[in-house]
């Protein structure tokens, strides 16, 4: 068997390389942005999230401090729930949560006559109003949280990155205008494109960098 | 709370969408290929895929083929284990396997001086030497695949779709090369772009056309 390149040695070229066009490229992005932003490319080689990622002030520090606080996360699918690094949540004692597979939920939504994704964010709502709530997929599960942050709800961050092509650019400016309106943190990506991966990515980079503030040597090269 | 569109609807709509865009782009997909296209187009909203998506002959049917007969999926992340349709899987009795996270990987890919995904990929070929394999993240898992091949291993289709900047472009080229030269069904993205959910995706559209093909009234509106 051929010897191969270790994963973190991969990954620490790749951010390299990535700094490096996102240059060339005349890409110019906040210093607060850039481990959010360099590690959704990586997850995606789309150089297309440096133009279209949008964070209302402080979002990252806002997200990574209560990250750090051990608030948990909530997510719209269970791929961005196996993509969130446990390792890395656990250190400061969150969890990661879905509930769109729970029997529960589908009686919600059958009940209420709507969408499970829109019947797990009203229960997570009730069961961890401030975890950071992480949707890459399911438009109505932003339109929900823009109702439920209408009416009082303030969670510690909102990813908003789902991806498609019926309602998704809108939910997403809904949300993000909610989040502007209410001081809510957000970070969302523009426009049709986003996904769990995306979901995770971001979530992960905040998870890393809250790390590497407290032991710059374990992952100090991150973005 | 507002009313919502069932994902039904919106999975319809958005077909239809996609669809007139590629008519409207001039992107003309052989009629085989369609389904798989259109599907990792919808989890995206990437168009670049209808171009960088690469199939030996026949693997569209010949993949189908495999799943209709119970034939597991084997992936090298718990992300796409999670995304492939488990209820479409289980129709024909087949099921999705992951080793990455277990114990005993850990010690062979130690033992061996090597990744886990490797170590995974040499596991699973003993396990289960004539399934789909669904690589959507780790370069070195699409060279071990090559190195199987070329050793003997007869997968019913490998979908070769990882993501990123270092080894990634040249693993799938080596690995379509070694499908095409050993006649092994295989699904690939070239360049840099992939990842987890396309994998899952590609996996899901040949589940839901070999569906189809028993029950054309279930989901015959799918692409």
């Avoid at 240059?23 to 133009?51: K, L, S």
Wanted: contains cysteine; aromatic residues 6%; charged residues 20%.
């Amino acid at each position: 068997m051929r010897k191969h390149t270790l994963p973190a040695d991969i990954e620490r070229t790749s951010m390299r390389i990535i700094a490096q066009e996102m240059h060339d490229r005349g890409i110019a992005v906040p210093q607060e942005h850039q481990a959010v932003v360099r590690r959704v490319i990586h997850t995606t080689a789309d150089f297309e999230y440096a133009e279209t990622l949008r964070f209302t002030p402080n979002a990252v520090m806002r997200g990574m401090q209560a990250l750090r606080n051990g608030v948990g996360i909530v997510t719209d699918t269970n791929m961005t729930r196996a993509g969130v690094s446990k390792l890395a949540l656990q250190r400061f004692g969150g969890e990661v949560h879905c509930f769109m597979a729970e029997p529960a939920i589908a009686e919600l939504a059958k009940r209420e006559g709507t969408t499970r994704a829109v019947a797990s964010m009203t229960y997570a709502a009730q069961q961890y109003p401030d975890a950071v709530f992480a949707v890459g997929n399911a438009p109505t599960a932003l339109i929900r949280l823009s109702e439920l942050i209408r009416d009082g709800l303030r969670p510690s961050l909102v990813v908003a990155v789902p991806v498609g092509f019926v309602n998704v650019v809108e939910s997403k400016e809904e949300l993000f205008s909610a989040c502007e309106t209410y001081d809510v943190p957000a970070i969302a990506a523009m426009g049709r494109k986003g996904g769990s991966t995306i979901a995770a990515a971001v979530c992960n980079a905040l998870l890393y960098s809250a790390a590497d503030m407290l032991d710059p040597s374990a992952r100090g090269w991150q973005g």
